[in-house]
T-cell receptor, first 114, second 113 residues
């Protein structure tokens, strides 16, 4: 069965600090996709990244970086030099190749304090 | 290129009433998905379409729920005889093809009194 666990329910950091959001997933498929979405207070889910299971290269996009490790079934997300605008709920998610629906974790609420 | 749009953004209804939501996907996106999100939880899959064909329905989609995508473009989600437990955010997403990235709309927040 597929499952996504985001153990951190809520995190608060002071602006300019780095913060890492943890994500652990479970799947029996060898081909799958991992995602991160951001949900700001407005409510809309904003796509951040999609990774397939065969690509373990870490990715950096500006202040955002992602660390994918198949050995530990983790796909962690780091924000460097956090800003108040980063405050949101962040969801890690998984879909399997033979099944198009996305399974979401419960999300991590991130507060960036000025 | 406009994103996924949903209408209405908010709906308040009384228990027992029927409600219908609309979703317009990104143009040329063949796949359209419906999810439901309750407070403090991640979105949960309800159903999805490939063009006009409904390919999968979750067990969450009781008999009171029906979704259509008649011409393979916009989709509607109807809830009959609403219950207080139906109060949630209903999210629509679309993708170009199977296993592609799903882009979400702003959602319709339903409150059942």
């Amino acid at each position: 069965a597929q499952k996504v666990t985001q153990a951190q329910t809520e995190i608060s950091v002071v602006e300019k600090e780095d913060v890492t959001l943890d994500c652990v997933y479970e799947t029996r498929d060898t081909t799958y996709y991992l995602f991160w979405y951001k949900q700001p207070p407005s409510g809309e889910l904003v796509f951040l990244i999609r990774r397939n299971s065969f690509d373990e290269q870490n990715e950096i996009s500006g202040r955002y970086s992602w660390n994918f490790q198949k050995s530990t079934s983790s796909f962690n997300f780091t924000i460097t030099a956090s800003q108040v605008v980063d405050s949101a709920v962040y969801f890690c998610a998984l879909s399997e190749d033979r099944d198009d629906k996305i399974i979401f974790g419960k999300g991590t609420r991130l507060h960036i304090l000025p | 290129d406009t994103g996924v749009s949903q209408d209405p953004r908010h709906k308040i209804t009384k228990r027992g009433q029927n409600v219908t939501f609309r979703c317009d996907p990104i143009s040329e996106h063949n796949r359209l998905y419906w999810y439901r999100q309750t407070l403090g939880q991640g979105p949960e899959f309800l159903t999805y379409f490939q063009n006009e064909a409904q390919l999968e329905k979750s067990r969450l989609l009781s008999d009171r729920f029906s979704a259509e995508r008649p011409k393979g473009s916009f989709s509607t989600l109807e809830i009959q005889r609403t219950e207080q437990g139906d109060s949630a955010m209903y999210l629509c997403a679309s993708s170009f093809a199977e296993s592609d990235t799903q882009y979400f709309g702003p959602g319709t927040r339903l409150t059942v009194l």
